[in-house]
């Protein structure tokens, strides 16, 4: 069983950077995809990025590319993501997200099986 704990989110102004983390159990941390994805009200939920440490891949949405990245921890079992130039349109619930199963779907949110709580990022004009 892995528990994923996200925090750092926030009310920013466009063009502001937040950092949102993602704090994972599990005793094999450094072998698990992880992932990052927002939902925003009304709409289904967006993959943002992901990352497989142990063979050194990393994913992002088009929406984000340039502007946001993932990084990860697997002393501390955290992720990250730095979201800079931050727009109105990334207002979202963000989720953290976890595969120990080796699913390889590191984009679809059908290739997670741990889930967290969620954490609101409000980013107003």
């Known amino acids: 069983q892995v528990q994923l704990v996200e925090s750092g989110g926030g009310l920013v102004q466009a063009g502001d950077s937040l950092r949102l983390s993602c704090a994972a159990s599990?005793?094999?941390?450094?072998?698990?995809?992880m992932g990052w994805f927002r939902q925003a009200p009304g709409k289904g939920r967006e993959f943002v990025a992901s990352n497989l440490w142990s063979v050194g891949r990393t994913y992002y949405g088009n929406s984000v590319k340039g502007r946001f990245t993932i990084s990860r921890d697997n002393y501390k079992n955290t992720i990250y993501l730095q979201m800079n130039s931050l727009k109105p349109e990334d207002t979202a619930v963000y989720y953290c997200?976890?595969?120990?199963?080796?699913?390889?779907?590191?984009?679809?949110?059908?290739?997670?099986?741990?889930w967290g709580q969620g954490t609101q990022v409000t980013v107003s004009s």
């Open positions: 997200a976890a595969d120990d199963r080796g699913s390889y779907q590191y984009t679809n949110e059908n290739g997670y099986n741990y």
């Open positions: 599990g005793r094999s941390f450094s072998s698990y995809a």
